[in-house]
């Protein structure tokens, strides 16, 4: 019965669409971060709603919907409206990941449309001050070293920090033992306490607490050190050569949103990061802006589509699933 009526509903903004767009927005909108509130995927979305009211005459009202490596908080947005008054923010993990692993009840890519491609960074490997490894090349030693593996925080299976595991795993041969959470920002709060020992993570949630010095850094994984924390070397420096990826992120909204709202969106959201006072606070946090050619719907949509025929083969070989 709901799906009926959305479908009908689908229609009825099809054939009104243009009016639809006319007024948009006429009441705040509502954007879901599929995490925990206060981790990297939330933060972002905090500093890009504050901006894009500005352009867009309306409130962005940010709802933290959590749980099974955020595929909860996206299906909320796959069976909203399609009015463009729910939006999601999701990553690599989100928007790729998961359809490799969730017996999911939408389509991540037939469900939805592409809004615009949002900031990147690299992983970090970090551990609890616990750990005796000074280095990378030290770190890898004392893993293979223990007894059993290394318990490595996650935000939930097929999330970065999880799929950013399953890499290592696959590149190394070593095993982890990955613990769950409902975001990185709750695993970041155990590993300062010492109660997990490493988490391989998004930089923009992590790098605070490495420069307060209340975890350890061993390297990034790019081909480049960050501007914004120049003394943590890069993974080709530091011995686990080639292990690069990006944490990219991304806005969507359900499947049949007029393309006049889509265009708005876009437009506020570009606008957003060519702020100078929000690339300030993306380049605080070791955030890298995207491409200006690649900030398009269509650019998001091609790139999502590219990454999961790059990242499913692995994820199906491990044999990740979660019901």
Do not use: C
């Not at 005459?57 to 399609?82: C, K, Q, W």
């Not at 889509?262 to 070791?286: I, Q, S, T, W, Y």
Request: glycine letters at 8%; aromatic letters at 6%; hydrophobic letters at 45%.
């Amino acid at each position: 019965m709901r799906r009926t009526v959305l479908i009908v509903l689908a229609a009825l903004l099809m054939s009104g669409g243009n009016a639809l767009a006319e007024n948009y927005p006429s009441h705040p909108i509502t954007l879901v971060v599929p995490f925990s509130a206060g981790g990297p995927t939330d933060s972002m979305a905090r500093i890009m709603a504050d901006r894009m009211k500005t352009t867009l005459g309306e409130s962005m009202l940010i709802e933290n919907v959590t749980g099974a490596g955020g595929s909860i908080g996206v299906g909320r947005v796959a069976r909203a409206a399609p009015d463009g008054y729910t939006v999601s923010i999701g990553h690599l993990g989100t928007h790729v990941a998961n359809g490799a692993i969730y017996k999911l009840s939408y389509d991540l890519v037939a469900d939805f449309e592409p809004v615009v491609l949002l900031p990147s960074n690299p992983m970090v490997f970090v551990s609890t001050n616990a750990v005796p490894a000074k280095s990378l090349g030290e770190l890898l030693a004392w893993m293979k070293a223990k007894p059993s593996p290394p318990t490595a925080g996650t935000a939930g299976a097929g999330s970065a920090s999880h799929v950013a595991g399953l890499y290592f795993e696959s590149v190394t041969g070593i095993k982890l033992q990955f613990v769950p959470y409902r975001g990185t920002a709750p695993a970041l709060t155990d590993l300062v306490a010492g109660q997990i020992e490493m988490i391989i993570d998004q930089t923009s949630n992590s790098i605070n607490q490495i420069r307060a010095g209340s975890i350890r850094a061993y390297a990034v994984t790019d081909e480049k050190r960050l501007a914004t924390a120049p003394d943590i070397p890069t993974v080709d420096e530091a011995g686990l050569p080639g292990f690069h990826m990006q944490l990219w992120s991304g806005f969507w909204v359900p499947k049949g949103t007029p393309k006049d709202i889509v265009a708005k969106l876009n437009a506020a959201a570009v606008e957003a990061m060519n702020d100078p006072a929000v690339r300030a606070k993306f380049e605080n946090l070791g955030l890298v802006m995207p491409p200006k050619d690649q900030l398009t719907p269509e650019a998001l949509g091609a790139f999502q589509k590219s990454e999961i025929a790059k990242w499913w083969p692995m994820l199906k070989a491990a044999n990740v699933k979660v019901e």
